[in-house]
């Protein structure tokens, strides 16, 4: 029997592949690394959309960290660029220019009326400042000393932000105006790492996940938590430390990973990685060993077994719906809903090797491979592009 095929849709999205962005169609089509450069940058990464349909870009010089020197002392020390990228014309323009007060900046959050929240670093940890667009007016959403706030998201109505803020009290999570203040605090526990909040749809509840990080140093589980905006309803929606959050793979020669977070769909359920119950990853975190890498992990590939699967789970039932069934030795995350809610893009990953970009029907049907990135070095990161081709 002829296996299905995903629907054809206009719908398209980035990727990430060996430092440099893709756009392609979802049904394969047209291809292309995103036509953006500047002298002394490294690597380009898109990290958000701005009002007018551009994207916002960020792009880094040669990082300053590397052999010998931790990447908490160094990595912020790597001068940034902000910009915008039409997509169409292929025009560019920097950002954040007028009034810099360190070389690190990262975006974190558009808001409405031409302003963003920025990660600025001119020390450990840094701080989030709301300003223009060009950098200027830029006001504290948090000091220097409260910790590092991020994994940000904007309420569907653009009045609250919720954000997971790391400081000396642990990950917690909050929300607040667009100004920082009001704050309400929506999840924390000194034994629990909260991290990743986004809004439901509907903008009553929160998703974000607990690990466990006494236990797992590597952060390599936790589990899909809900919890409403005012800070009440907190809800563990999963057990055993059933997401897969510390996303690593590929080998020594070609290795990769970062923090999966869970994401929701247009009807009000949340995806996510679900490991096989007893699953363990190749990559094995060093506890005791200095992180020069923001790795910091050894190849352990016979010491791997399991996998992960897509779930979509209902918080108003529990219930779970696999989406990927892919087995022993596979890897599925980074799973995200298209703009219509009509696909859901994922990556997936063979233990020991670098991923595919995937995508296939809300309900797991029609799954096809679009790519496996630059010369096979592997594909990263999805997110759909608002809008149609």
């Known amino acids: ?26 049904d394969g089509s047209g291809l292309r690394p995103l036509a953006v450069d500047r002298p002394g940058q490294v690597t380009w990464q898109p990290t958000g959309f701005l009002e007018d349909g551009r994207v916002l870009m960020l792009s880094m010089e040669a990082r300053r960290d590397g052999p010998g020197r931790p990447f908490d002392e160094f990595y912020h020390q790597t001068p940034t660029h902000v910009w915008a990228h039409d997509l169409d014309t292929g025009a560019l323009e920097e950002l954040a220019t007028r009034d810099r007060v360190a070389p690190f900046y990262a975006p974190q959050l558009v808001l409405g009326g031409g302003r963003i929240l920025m990660q600025v670093i001119p020390k450990r940890p840094g701080q989030i400042l709301n300003m223009n667009l060009d950098g200027s007016d830029a006001q504290e959403f948090t000091g220097l000393d409260e910790g590092l706030p991020y994994g940000m998201s904007l309420s569907p109505d653009g009045t609250r932000v919720a954000f997971h803020l790391a400081g000396p009290r642990g990950y917690q999570i909050w929300t607040s105006d667009p100004r920082g203040r009001d704050r309400v605090l929506v999840a924390a526990d000194p034994e629990l790492l909260f991290f990743g909040p986004t809004w439901s749809p509907d903008g009553r509840w929160l998703a974000y996940q607990a690990c466990r990080f006494r236990t797992d140093p590597g952060h390599d589980w936790s589990d899909v938590c809900v919890g409403r905006p005012d800070g009440t309803g907190h809800r563990v929606m999963t057990q055993g430390e059933a997401m897969w959050f510390g996303a690593t793979y590929g080998n020594p020669a070609n290795r990769g990973g970062g923090s999966n977070v869970p994401t929701w769909t247009r009807d009000g359920r949340i995806l996510f990685p679900r490991r096989i119950p007893g699953s363990r990853v190749a990559w094995e975190f060093q506890a005791g060993r200095p992180d020069t890498d923001h790795f910091n992990r050894d190849f352990k590939p016979a010491e791997a077994r399991g996998g992960t699967e897509i779930c979509a789970l209902d918080p108003s039932s529990g219930s779970v719906q696999v989406l990927t069934q892919g087995g022993e030795g596979f890897w599925d995350f980074r799973c995200c809903e298209s703009s219509d809610g009509a696909l859901i893009a994922f990556c997936r990953a063979r233990t020991g090797e670098v991923p595919e970009l995937r995508v296939m029907a809300r309900d797991g049907s029609g799954m096809r491979s679009l790519s496996r990135g630059m010369e096979g070095s592997g594909a990263d990161h999805p997110r759909w592009v608002p809008g149609r081709i």
């Open 1 to 26: 029997m002829k296996a299905p095929t995903a629907p054809r849709s206009k719908q398209r999205l980035f990727f990430t592949s060996k430092g440099r962005t893709f756009v392609i169609g979802a």
